[in-house]
């Protein structure tokens, strides 16, 4: 009886911290407040089962401090939940350079320097997930031949009439229109990509002709953005 005469005083106390606006106090609206109590109450629930037989009070006294203990990482992680998932995502840009750390509103994506010193990138063309490299230097979006395969493209089909400089010297390629590039959430359509022959390329590159469509991209020390 006891503790449901407390947990009474603690809704009444919960529903005057709604109508004052008391969450603004740890960075939290008043609809953000509401939210939080039914988890508050269902906490406060479970600990009654905890009080709810005899106890010694140094053991109530712990009990209470571990549950004081709860409700203030869950109101101190909600009210720091973007800048928390801001770390997790630098965190994941070491761990997988390649992947993209995307920003809270979709407008950025940033990448971290591979250890052989490139921008390796995870991009998706035509929906299927490829590594490409960061070139400025290539005019174009340029798939290897492998690649090209991989997202459903008839190699076998091709011309291959364009001279281009590739890392193993002069090759040939085919000019092709990608109906569509993605980036973290930077999503582009209809670009021009040139599809190397068999052994000419490594690993594709992700050229000027996507790179151009950006409101910009920049690298500074070990971190490349682009923003949309």
Do not use: C
Not at 97 to 104: D, H, K, L, T
Not at 132 to 146: N, P, Q
Not at 214 to 222: E, P, R
Request: proline letters at 1%; zero cysteines; a neutral charge.
């Amino acid at each position: 009886m006891l503790f449901i005469g407390i947990a009474l005083l603690i809704a009444v106390g919960l529903a005057l911290v709604i109508t004052v606006d008391a969450g603004s106090l740890v960075g939290l609206s008043q609809e953000q407040t509401g939210q939080i109590i039914p988890l508050l109450l269902i906490l406060i629930l479970v600990a009654g089962g905890a009080f709810s037989r005899r106890i010694k009070l140094s053991e109530m006294i712990t009990n209470i401090l571990l549950w004081v203990g709860v409700f203030a990482v869950i109101i101190i992680g909600y009210s720091y939940r973007f800048e928390i998932s801001s770390i997790a995502n630098r965190v994941m840009g070491e761990v997988s350079p390649q992947s993209a750390n995307v920003s809270s509103d979709g407008s950025s994506a940033s990448f971290r320097r591979s250890r052989n010193g490139s921008f390796l990138l995870n991009v998706r063309v035509e929906n299927v997930k490829l590594k490409m490299i960061f070139d400025t230097g290539a005019s174009v979006v340029v798939l290897s031949h492998e690649d090209a395969k991989s997202i459903g493209i008839k190699v076998n089909n091709l011309t291959y009439d364009v001279r281009v400089q590739t890392a193993n010297g002069i090759s040939m390629a085919s000019t092709v229109v990608l109906n569509d590039i993605a980036v973290g959430d930077i999503e582009r359509q209809n670009i021009k990509a040139f599809i190397a022959k068999e052994d000419a390329l490594n690993t594709s590159l992700l050229g000027m002709s996507f790179l151009q469509t950006l409101s910009s991209y920049s690298v500074t020390g070990d971190k490349l953005e682009f923003v949309n």
